[in-house]
């Protein structure tokens, strides 16, 4: 096992979960809880496939993925917004439909065959024999996806407009208090609704990149492998601050491709691996990430809890003008 492939490995996979896990928190942000992500991803998945199998261009692919995911997440702000429904309900219908349609609408495209890729960004091999520094590049920056590259721009963004913007201030006074942000004159409405799709759109990205810059450019009913959820947990995880959501998503990403690498070896770290022969034991282990998502969604689930991690007040409670305690 190479901890440099490993880290390399996770930093691609992890960018899918931190296109996700941002478009989370600017849901969450802003007061709306959403489930959904799961189905948002599958269908911008399928839609990027299927678009660049039919024009051949990647890029174009992306954008309809973008606009897939924040057209099921409009359904989301309507259903959540202007029809006050439970919204923890709706962002669980919200992946059962996104699944469905996916399905639905991809059937045929695994037998599509695959697709090239979004380019990699390659470095020059001279900068990789320089010491320490070599080893940095080759982990962050060479051959990575064009996409790996986009989310290292989005998160210091995504991160100074939530903290250090006027925007920025409105949407976290829409999702701590949205009585006294509509007092000021701040459209509660509008807002929710802007990042509800928004969050959407970053979701259908994350589908979209999982289809055309990670795996080998296919599509089928197991493409996102549940990694919508594991995004709903890692916004949690990383207190609804960016760039621990990034730390969370290329740990996991990096867990996941050890998951891989420890499954087969008879020999784990320099010692005989007990469970080698185990049938059992690889999907004990590929069950670990999803087993850590559970346990963190049921403890951010506790009131208290959500306290102490610093939730936003107003989240998962549907705004009323006219109503205290809002």
Sequence with gaps: MDPIIILHAGIASGTVLLFATLGAIFNERAGVMNLGVEGMMLIGAMSAFSVTVSTGNGWLGLVVAMGAGAALALLHGVVTIHFQADQVVSGLALTFLGTGLSLVLGEGLSKAGTINLLPSVMLDPALLTIPVVGQILAIFFHDQSVMVYVGYVMLPLAWYYINHTRPGLHLRAVGESPTAADAMGIPVYGLRYAYVVLGGALAGLAGGTISLAISPGWFSELTTSGQGWIAVGLV??????????????????????????????????????????????????????????????????????RRRLGAPAALGVPYVRGERGR
Aim: charged letters at 10%; a positive charge.
């Design 236 to 305: 949690i995880f990383a207190q609804w601050d960016p760039w621990r959501a990034a730390f969370g998503s290329y740990a996991f990403g990096a867990l996941r491709r050890l998951i891989l690498d420890i499954q087969a070896p008879k020999l784990l770290f320099g010692f005989d691996n007990p469970f080698f022969y185990n049938p059992y034991y690889g999907f004990f282990l590929a069950m670990l990430p999803y087993a850590f998502t559970i346990v963190v969604l049921v403890l951010g689930s506790q009131q208290a809890m």
